[in-house]
């Protein structure tokens, strides 16, 4: 007996904790290394998750997104940063997304502030083009972006940043291009020097069928973006209409729910607080809504998704609310009617009882064999009416028709055993 309750209670330890699962507590972070001068610390977020959950991230880095992400589906890893747009050559079908990070946003400075170019294809055929450094992800990118907007970029006697001086920027007719997060100094140090940013539309065409949301029906894994005005020193002057790739979060569908959830929650919560330690994550988004993702999205984080959604009842309330208080009504009427039927057998059973204990009385009354004889055959005709209301379902078949049978028997003896008494009271006289 004692090894069957050690058996139970270890299996109830067991149950209790894969009921009760806190997640990991270590996790590696393969990022790829970032070229170019707009490279981003996520420090601030590794902390984060130190201090809240009590994970110690460590971050690897790899050569690029297809390296990353071949790291994380041979679990050499359990989270990986890459952008939303990857195009890899190696992939999973247990790869999934845990949520938005930082954007990458196509940034295009004009030099030449004087001149107005309606569209980027006249900026960039009738100036010098200065490029950000680029992966081979970006080129794709801008392959597809010049393709878009029939761009001939050999127009331009195209330059890399790393190559220019920027001295040369005095040149008016420098056009700086690049894909790339805000933490960018080449492009600050250019903006001093007099840049404007470049809109590629005006933002009042967004949702009216702007050259960016044609752009996005070709290549729907980035987003719009609006660059809001006085972002850096003043500047823009104006708000402007231009493109963000995110960064994305992901890691393998074995991944426990738990520290999906809880690490899109501590990020999303302590946003401000982020903010204070670096201003680049005030352009952190966590919304999942109408965006095509690079891979499915985890089912932790569906579930962080879904947590504030209204559940059926007060979605529908407005429908549901008459059916229902046409049902309560129902079923109140029904138990009204359920509670007068079982009154009703009740007050039948009570008159079935006084009825044999009226017969119990005559017979001590009048104790002579005639009426003793119709008094059996009276009590063998009430029972004969209680069985056929039984079978009526006018009585039922319940502890009080039990208390009827036993009673029933009993005045049946007790009639029977007063004419035994007054045979032999005779017997004895004579």
């Known amino acids: 007996m004692k090894q069957i309750y050690i058996s139970l209670a270890f299996l109830f330890f067991i149950f209790f904790t894969s009921c009760f699962d806190l997640g990991v507590k270590d996790l590696k972070l393969i990022k790829v290394s970032e070229i170019g001068s707009a490279k981003i610390s996520d420090t601030s977020i590794v902390k984060l998750l130190h201090k809240e959950m009590g994970i110690d991230v460590t971050i690897e880095y790899s050569l690029s997104e297809d390296t990353a992400i071949k790291l994380l589906t041979e679990r050499k890893g ?3 940063i890459v952008p939303n747009n990857t195009d890899v050559s190696y ?3 247990n790869l999934r997304t845990i949520m938005p990070l930082l954007p990458r946003i196509l940034v295009v400075l004009q030099n030449n502030i004087d001149k107005n170019y309606p569209t980027l294809k006249e900026l960039l055929e009738n100036n010098k083009v200065v490029f950000e450094e680029m992966s081979r992800l970006d080129s794709i990118f801008f392959n597809k ?3 878009a907007y029939d761009v001939d970029i ?13 001295n040369l920027w005095q040149d008016s007719s420098f056009v700086f291009i690049g894909l790339t997060h805000f933490h960018n100094p080449l492009m600050k140090k250019l903006l001093d020097k007099g840049a ?3 809109s590629l539309d005006k933002v009042s065409e967004l949702g009216k069928g702007s050259s960016v949301e044609g752009f996005n029906m070709i290549f729907p894994k980035l987003t719009p973006f609006i660059l809001p005005k006085s972002f850096y020193k003043g500047k823009p002057e104006n708000p402007i209409l231009t493109i963000a790739i995110p960064d994305i979060l992901i890691t393998t569908k074995d991944m426990d729910n738990y520290t999906v959830y809880n690490i899109i929650r501590i990020i999303s919560e302590n946003k401000l607080l982020l903010v204070e330690n670096d201003n680049i994550y005030s352009l952190l988004n966590t919304k999942y809504k109408n965006q095509q993702w690079l891979y499915p999205i985890h089912q932790g984080a569906q579930n962080y998704v879904d947590k504030d959604k209204p559940s059926v009842w007060s979605t529908y309330a407005n429908v549901l609310w008459p059916f229902v208080s046409m049902i309560a009504i129902f079923l109140g009427g029904l138990t009204s009617i359920k509670q007068r039927v079982r009154q009703k057998k009740k007050l039948r059973i009570e008159t079935f009882y006084a009825s044999l204990l009226d017969l119990r009385k005559r017979a001590y009354r009048n104790q002579d064999t005639s009426t003793r004889e119709q008094l059996l055959k009276e009590l063998r005709s009430i029972r004969a009416r209680a069985f056929d ?4 379902n006018k009585l039922s078949p ?3 028709f039990s208390i009827f049978l036993e ?3 009993e005045v049946m003896e007790e009639i029977k055993g007063l004419g035994k008494n007054n045979i032999k009271k005779k017997e004895e006289k004579s």
């Not at 050999?154 to 920027?166: G, M, R, V």
């Open 407 to 409: 009673l029933y028997s």
């Open 154 to 166: 050999s127009k331009s006697n195209p330059h890399f940043a790393h190559a220019i001086d920027l």
């Open 389 to 392: 209301s039984l079978r009526n």
């Open 145 to 147: 972006l010049f393709l």
């Open 91 to 93: 992939s999973d079908d």
């Open 398 to 400: 319940n502890e009080s």
């Open 78 to 80: 359990n989270l990986a």
């Open 196 to 198: 404007r940013f470049y």
